[in-house]
């Protein structure tokens, strides 16, 4: 059979080796290249079908000639990195020691010491760089070795390390991971959800070119350095946006990825190669690998390997063999995997076994790695990763170096803490090591002040997060008038009430500039595509086409600085450009003004964990669920409609989170958010979610703005009422026919409240009754619902187009008996008149559920409830929405 890699004429082969050979030779590898891809082309062009290949041999991608020399003083540095190493393990032995179960990491920082070490000393700029500084997401689970580093640096005290995951101690302690909320002037990036941190700084680099295209921020070198798990490779979110990255030409980004082989349980790839993989995914994707696998004791290796049995010999081995030989020994080393060829034994035969197992790895090498960065840093055009080869647990030896259970390592015994030391030669004498002290040398020491100097001619300390910002001047009350003053006879959706006052805050001559709306594919269903025109979207290269629709007024614009984000179906990455934009203050020293308008349904469901860590990242802006509402979204069905955001965004710490019915209520809530966050500059989420059903909106009601911000209003008042009811959202409609019927039907007329906010009203009730529980001595606060409605002990039936739940959580501190409408249950396509009835939230079920209210208080004789039920055809034989 034929075989395509089967040499059939060696000789010539040869030759051409030969050729190849004198090219590189005479005229360097850059004429190679040029010459090799011609031939290639001629190739291809004569019908000599290429095979495709992503990949590159297993070995460096930077020879040992074109590296470039490390600059550093090795000695030092290695003296540096070895007591970041002590202190980051001491800190995580210790914290587990005196608490059982703590956690914390080893053997990640262990792995990836030298990547970052490398790039403090070198490469990422601080926060007081002449060219501003960098963002560098670190590897969550690499914390102990950025807090050990911050001891050494002075930043941080032996208490604070102490503390580590101790965070409520009263002398100060350590968050776990990278948390900005928590360490606010420290933790710049949350990174310990794998996946995410790809993602965001994808998008954080990519906001940048936005803020310079737009001419808000300078262009200035600034790099974005994203420190990545070879495991964390694995979530689809790592990898599913690096195609923005190189058609955005983002050569501000730099991937490292940690490649120690290894994740929790055992091996990336055991039967694979998990930098090959990687390295063809990001080439495919048109990104700029430098492969840092062999360290320098390799390259006299590879120098004697003319006939190319080492290559062969690497391209063989998968991962889970690698892992055996660092675990094994130098012997295992020899026999398996030099031992394969007689030539490759012969290849190290002067070498120990000792030596052989101490053979270097890329990622272990400073001059590898500094030779990795200075190219990824000058590189032009395109996204670098660096794949560096590492080993996970380096340096715990018998603790767990390269072992499966590295991962899980969180104490090292007496015997392994006196081997770590002695590996890393920390001045610790025996008996003083056993007790894991933290070690930092005087601050006149070599290594501080080699340490200091470094930082300080790159700028600074890292991490480093900017807590300042500055205040924007939030347009007045008068912008918003068209929507204070309702919209009259005409009909619109709350979705488009939102829009018109966009276009406005679009055109203020104080922020206008600042705002950044977000849209992934859906501007046309929101019908903002008037925007598209009027802002343009934004596009690194421009528009080098003609439109198709560029006779029409309103054509698909695309421009260097377009205002607008489309990200296409992208609710992740759209997510991820509005967490870039809402930290501009800080990052940037610019208020930048996100609104991210989305499916409602493919916000919170979708991507709950980003708008988590956005929160943890401070975020400020508006996040829009638009065509929400389970009912009211009403022929999309079971995937589309969105019935418990409300209840996701009532359990997110930093979102406010608002249901609105009338146009004035929207304008009031965007005002109030951006004086929140842009002004008084808290760092808060507003959630609005937005509908598409066409009904009147009315002109607010006097004196109802305070109210509407704390989520409850009067709409309707009665002398003496026996009922109440609370309408919320776009089921006010059906609520205000509820209470029509209710006093024309039966007699009854109820008070009427409009609910914006739910979980609001909670918050502030819950605040209250903390505050009551611990200050029983003082006046008791009364929050806004219990001075609301104390006032008649009547029956309340609230409902909203959301799980029962979102209504229920105030039921604790609403007086009187409490019933809710919603909609749980999955959703179904029909018309809004029979979803509502099918979910139970209509005019008659709330009628029904406000007679039945009134029958348990013995108020109104009980068969009026089958009266109600027949007179509105309510079937008791309905199926349940609920059941499943
Ligand atoms: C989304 C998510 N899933 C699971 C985890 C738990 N987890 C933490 S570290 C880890 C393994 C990490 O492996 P890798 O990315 O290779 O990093 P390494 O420690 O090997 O450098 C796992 C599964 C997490 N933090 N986030
Ligand atoms: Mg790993």
């Known amino acids: 059979m034929f075989n395509p890699h089967q040499d059939t004429d060696p000789d010539e082969t040869q030759e051409w080796i030969e050729s190849i050979k004198g090219a590189l030779q005479e005229h360097g590898p850059e004429r190679t290249r040029f010459l090799l891809e011609k031939l290639i082309d001629f190739a291809e062009r004569q019908g000599a079908r290429m095979p495709f290949n992503t990949n590159t041999p297993f070995i460096n991608t930077i020879h040992p000639f074109e590296q470039k020399p490390f600059p ?165 979110e790592s990898l599913g946006s690096i195609s923005l990255a190189s058609r955005e030409k983002l050569d501000n980004i730099i991937f490292v990825v940690n490649c120690n082989l290894q994740r929790l349980d055992g091996p990336v790839r055991g039967n694979g190669k998990i930098i090959q993989e990687l390295e063809g995914t990001f080439r495919g994707a048109g990104w700029n690998v430098i492969k840092v696998i062999w360290g320098s004791d390799w390259d006299t290796l590879f120098e004697k390997d003319a006939a190319g049995a080492l290559a062969k010999r690497l391209e063989e081995v998968v991962d889970g063999e690698l892992l055996k030989y660092v675990v094994a020994g130098g012997s295992y080393l020899r026999e398996h995997f030099f031992g394969k060829y007689p030539e490759l034994l012969n290849m190290v035969k002067d070498i120990s076994d000792k030596e052989l197992l101490r053979l270097r790895l890329g990622g272990h090498d400073p001059e590898k790695v500094y030779a990795a960065y200075a190219e ?170 003609e439109p198709v629709d560029s006779e029409q007024f309103l054509y698909y614009k695309e421009a260097v600085d377009g205002q607008i984000l489309e990200e296409g179906i992208n609710e992740a990455g759209a997510m991820s450009s509005f967490i870039a934009a809402g930290t501009a203050y800080s990052n940037y020293g610019v208020n930048m003004i996100p609104f991210y308008i989305y499916y409602s349904m493919f916000g919170f469901q979708r991507i709950w964990d980003l708008i988590w860590a956005a929160g943890d990242m401070r975020t400020r802006g508006f996040l829009l669920g638009a065509t929400a509402g389970r009912t009211t979204l009403n022929g999309e069905g079971l995937q589309h409609q969105d019935g418990h955001s409300h209840l996701a965004a009532a359990a997110t710490p930093n979102i406010k989170a608002y249901d609105l019915a009338y146009a004035y209520e929207i304008a009031i809530i965007l005002r109030e958010g951006m004086k929140e966050m842009f002004h008084y500059q808290k760092d808060v989420v507003y959630y609005l979610t937005l509908e598409n059903e066409n009904y009147k909106h009315p002109e607010m009601p006097s004196g109802a703005e305070k109210d509407i911000i704390k989520g409850m209003y009067k709409i309707h008042s009665t002398k003496n009422p026996v009922i109440r009811l609370l309408g919320s959202g776009p089921l006010m409609g059906e609520t205000l026919a509820a209470a ?24 502030e009730a819950e605040e209250s009754e903390r505050w009551n529980l611990i200050h029983p001595d003082k006046r008791q606060k009364k929050p806004h619902l219990e001075k609301s409605l104390s006032k008649h002990k009547v029956p309340t039936v609230a409902v909203s187009d959301y799980v029962k739940m979102v209504a229920e959580q105030i039921s604790p501190y609403v007086p009187g008996d409490y019933y809710a409408l919603g909609t749980d249950g999955f959703g179904r396509s029909d018309t809004r008149e029979n979803l509502r009835h099918f979910f139970e939230v209509d005019r008659y079920y709330i009628v029904l559920t406000a007679i039945r209210a009134l029958v348990n208080t013995g108020s109104v004789d009980p068969a009026l409830s089958e009266k109600v039920m027949k007179k509105y055809g309510i079937d008791p034989n309905k199926p349940s929405p609920i059941t499943v």
């Open 376 to 545: 990824a840093v000058e590189h032009k055009g395109k996204p670098t990763v660096v794949l560096a080869r590492t080993i996970k647990g380096y340096g715990l030896g018998e603790a767990g170096e390269g072992r499966n259970i590295t991962h899980q390592q969180k104490k090292l015994n007496e015997k392994e803490l006196l081997s770590f030391r002695d590996r890393f030669n920390i001045p610790l004498t025996d008996s003083e090591a056993t007790t894991a002290p933290f070690y930092k040398p005087a601050d006149n020491s070599e290594e501080t002040v080699y340490l200091r100097a470094r930082r300080k001619e790159l700028g600074g300390p890292l991490p480093f997060r900017n807590q300042k910002s500055e205040k924007s001047k939030i347009p007045d009350r008068s912008l918003f008038n068209e929507a204070l003053a309702g919209y009259g006879d005409r009909e619109l959706s709350t979705t488009m009430a939102f829009v018109r006052q966009l276009t406005k805050l679009t055109k203020d001559k104080d922020i206008g500039k600042y705002i950044v709306p977000i849209i992934p594919d859906e501007a046309r269903t929101f019908g903002m595509e008037a925007l598209f025109r009027q802002l343009g979207i934004y596009s690194h290269s421009g528009q080098l086409y």
């Open 740 to 763: 029509k019927l209710l006093k024309q039907d039966w007699n009854i007329e109820p008070g009427v409240w409009n609910v914006t906010s739910f979980s609001e009203l909670r918050r």
């Open 72 to 236: 550093g003083n090795r000695a030092i540095e290695r003296r540096i990195k070895s007591l970041v190493r002590w202190n980051a393990m001491a800190m995580v032995s210790r914290a587990n020691k005196k608490t059982e179960g703590i956690g914390g990491h080893i053997s990640t920082y262990a792995s990836s010491a030298t990547l970052l070490e490398v790039a403090y000393n070198h490469f990422i700029r601080g926060a007081a760089h002449t060219n501003g500084p960098d963002m560098v997401f670190f590897q969550g689970h690499a914390s102990p070795g950025i807090y050990a580093r911050a001891y050494l640096e002075g930043r941080l005290t032996e208490t604070h390390l102490k503390n580590f995951r101790r965070e409520l101690s009263k002398d100060g302690g350590l968050s776990s991971y990278p948390h900005p909320w928590l360490m606010p002037d420290f933790w710049q990036f949350p990174t310990v959800s794998m996946g995410l941190t790809s993602l965001m700084a994808l998008y954080q680099a990519r906001f940048m070119h936005y803020l310079e295209d737009r001419g808000i921020i300078e262009e200035t070198g600034r790099k974005v350095w994203a420190f990545l798990g070879d495991g964390e490779m694995d979530e689809p």
